[in-house]
């Protein structure tokens, strides 16, 4: 089993910053992929970034390429997802989740975070 607990999420403004963090405990599968989701009220879950425990093989969603960078630190068993140029339709619920794709694709993904809110506002 695997548990992921997301932080670092708030308010603020457009143009400004967030890091997220996330924190994978239990038994963390080194094979699997790491991805950054986020789901807006009344909208479907979407895709933003996945990267590998390696630090390699990033993705990013368009909407957010330039502009949001995922990152790992192994020792810390911990993905980040550093957010830049923060614009209101970035609103929403982040989740971290792990897998075995590495892909956008959400059922390629086994376990999921409880969530962090990111609200921002113009």
């Known amino acids: 089993q695997v548990q992921l607990v997301e932080s670092g999420g708030g308010s603020v403004e457009a143009g400004g910053s967030l890091r997220l963090s996330c924190v994978a405990s239990g038994r963390p599968i080194r094979s699997y992929a790491l991805g950054w989701f986020r789901q807006a009220p009344g909208k479907e879950r979407e895709f933003v970034a996945t990267i590998r425990w390696s630090g390699d093989s990033t993705n990013y969603a368009d909407s957010v390429k330039g502009r949001f960078t995922i990152s790992t630190d192994n020792a810390k068993n911990t993905v980040y997802l550093q957010m830049n140029s923060l614009k209101p339709e970035d609103t929403a619920v982040y989740y971290c989740?792990?897998?075995?794709?590495?892909?956008?694709?959400?059922?390629?993904?086994?376990?999921w975070g409880q969530g962090t809110q990111v609200t921002v506002s113009s």
């Open positions: 989740a792990t897998g075995f794709g590495g892909t956008w694709n959400v059922n390629e993904y086994v376990y």
